[in-house]
Each structure stands twice: as C-alpha cells, then as structure tokens.
C-alpha cells in the first residue's frame, strides 16, 4: 500500500476532527451552560448566538466517518462494532440537540421551551463527555483479536482514565463557549458571563493538569515518539503557553484573542493527541505492537483512497468559503428579533 496516501488520509481525518472540535467545541459549551442563565431572552441570545454555525459542523464529521469507511476499513469496522453503544449514544445527542434547538421557539409555553431547554443542555453533555470518553479510550487502548476484532465489553469503556478525558473535554467545552459568549453579547448578560468565564477557565486548568500529570503517569506510550524525537516537545510546551494566555487575554478584554488563543489550545492538544497515539487509530490492549489498528496496516485499497482524496479535494474549499462567509455575515453581537431562536 501507497505510504504517502494513507499518510495524507491519516492527516486529512485528524485534521476533520480538529476543525469539528475547535468548532463544534464552543457550540456545545454554550448547550452546557444554557441552563445556567435565569431568563428566557437569556437563553434565546445563546441559541441565536450558535444558531448561524452549530449545524454546519457535522460536515467535518462525514469526512471522519467517509474517510475511515473508504480509507481504512478495518479501523471503521472495529469502531463501528466495538464502539457501537458510545457512538450510538453520541449520535443520539448530536440528533436531540438539533431538535430541541429547533422545537424550542415553536411554542411559547413555558413548559414546552423548558423540557427543551433541558433537552438541549443534556444532549450537550452528553456529546462532549462521549467525545472524551471516546477519546480516552483510544489513547489507553481497547482489548482487539488477531483479526482487529474488539473482544471488550461495554463497561470497559468506563475506565478512570477515559472518564477522566471525559471530564476534560467536558470542562474544556465549557470554558471555550463561555469565552465564545462573551464575543456575542452585551449589557448585564455580558457582564456576568465575565464572571463565569473566570470560573470556567479555573475548572479548565484544573482538569488539564489532572489530565497531563495523568497522563505522564500512567499512559507512558504517549510520550514516547516525544522522547525519540526531542523537537516535538515544543508541541505539548506551546499548548500550555496558549493555555496560559487564555486568561491572561481576557483580564485584558480582548476576548476574540482569548478565543483564538483557546482554538489555539485545542488545535494543539490534539496534535499532542496525534503524535502520542501515531501510527494506530485503535491501539491494542493486548501486544499493541503487533495488534494495533494502524494507517498502514488497516488501509484500504490505493484506488479508494485516491478517488476519496480528489472527491475530498474538490469539496473543501466549498466547506472552507462557506464557513468564512457564514462566520462573518453573523460576527457582530447578538440581536434577537422576531424570527429569531
């Protein structure tokens, strides 16, 4: 099989799950803390604050899912099979967030807007922690046959340390949404949303550390291309100093680069992901060296990934000029009116 090929597959589905991250992570923030506000103009400003780009994000998760189906078919076979309670769980989510956004200004009862605004919260929830979980999970490794088969149950999932990625993903989404809102709005909403963020950022840096010194300890695989290869140590390092400059931009009120700097952040811890886990999309629990899904050995035929590469080639910079126009048609502050959320 082409090295070069699946290497550009490898990169092309990390880099899908970046941009669903960076972009999808502060919409689902704004979910989880929608219950948190006391008023409904309140809850309306932070659904019109995501209501322009929360769908366009799935896109990057059918390149994931297109990429692996065509890519590497034992990698989504194994995931698909192995995973298929977590991902069903996920799409769950994904689905019920998308319909209490849309049932919720359909009536003006209250009963009816707070059952899905409670909806819309959990499902939030529901995603980030399942994303997490996912990846905890791939970073710790699942039990996998000779064939690539999982051979796990389903409470292996919930081991300590994926319920701890769980936990950050969680945290991590809602400090990347609060600062997102605080972009979007004004007035006394604006000012109080302030005061979260400072919160938001504090439980954020806790669980990063928790996560990293966890890491360091018990997942010692994931620093060992960092040890082969010393430079790639500024990876992991400009993370935490994008980290580190999140709270110190929004003690000076520039909240747009208090938000890059958190893109930023993601962007990097999950290249730190990347290289810790490369080559394997599913680590093996039992010999990973011989058992690990990988992009070499779990490819799929030269012909698909060529054919995908160019359909993938010719479609993006579509999804790339419609999200800069979309993102900047509704950059300013939020405005609600009648046909509004």
């Not at 977590?86 to 799409?91: A, E, K, P, R």
């Not at 302030?194 to 990063?208: D, E, P, S």
């Not at 520039?254 to 599913?282: E, H, R, W, Y």
């Not at 698909?304 to 479609?315: E, K, M, Y």
């Amino acid at each position: 099989m082409d090295f070069t090929l699946s290497f550009i597959w490898y990169l092309v589905i990390g880099i899908a799950i970046i941009f669903y991250v960076a972009l999808d992570g502060f919409d689902l923030g704004t979910g989880m803390l929608h219950l948190f506000t006391k008023t409904d103009r309140d809850r309306r400003i932070f659904l019109n604050a995501i209501g322009p780009v929360w769908d366009g994000n799935e896109v990057w998760l059918v390149i994931v899912a297109g990429g692996l189906l065509a890519g590497f078919p034992p990698v989504y076979a194994t995931l698909l099979s192995g995973f298929y309670n977590l991902i069903m769980i996920f799409l769950c989510g994904l689905i019920f967030r998308a319909v209490a956004i849309e049932f919720r200004s359909k009536q003006t009862s209250l009963v009816w807007r707070k059952i899905w605004d409670i909806t819309f919260s959990v499902a939030s929830f529901t995603i980030g922690f399942i994303l997490g979980l996912g990846l905890g999970n791939l970073i710790q490794g699942v039990p996998l046959d000779q064939e690539g088969n999982f051979i796990g149950s389903f409470s292996l999932f919930f081991r300590p340390y994926p319920i701890l990625i769980g936990l950050f993903t969680t945290t991590l989404f809602i400090m990347h949404g609060s600062i997102y809102l605080t972009m979007k709005t004004e007035g006394m909403l604006h000012e109080r949303l302030r005061i979260w963020v400072k919160r938001c950022i504090l439980l954020f840096v806790i669980t990063y550390f928790i996560t990293t010194l966890s890491t360091w300890m018990f997942m010692p695989h994931m620093a060992e291309r960092i040890k082969e290869y010393r430079w790639l140590s500024l990876v992991p390092i400009a993370a935490l100093l994008a980290i580190l400059n999140v709270p110190r931009l929004f003690a000076l009120k520039k909240d747009f680069q208090a938000f890059l700097f958190s893109c930023l952040g993601i962007i990097l811890m999950l290249v730190v992901f990347g290289i810790g886990t490369f080559p394997n999309l599913v680590r093996s629990l039992i010999q990973p060296d011989l058992l690990s899904l990988n992009f070499l050995n779990a490819s799929g035929s030269e012909l698909n990934l060529t054919v995908l590469l160019i359909i993938v080639a010719i479609g993006l910079p579509f999804v790339f000029c419609y999200s800069a126009m979309i993102y900047r048609i509704f950059q300013g502050k939020v405005k609600i009116e009648s046909s509004s959320y």
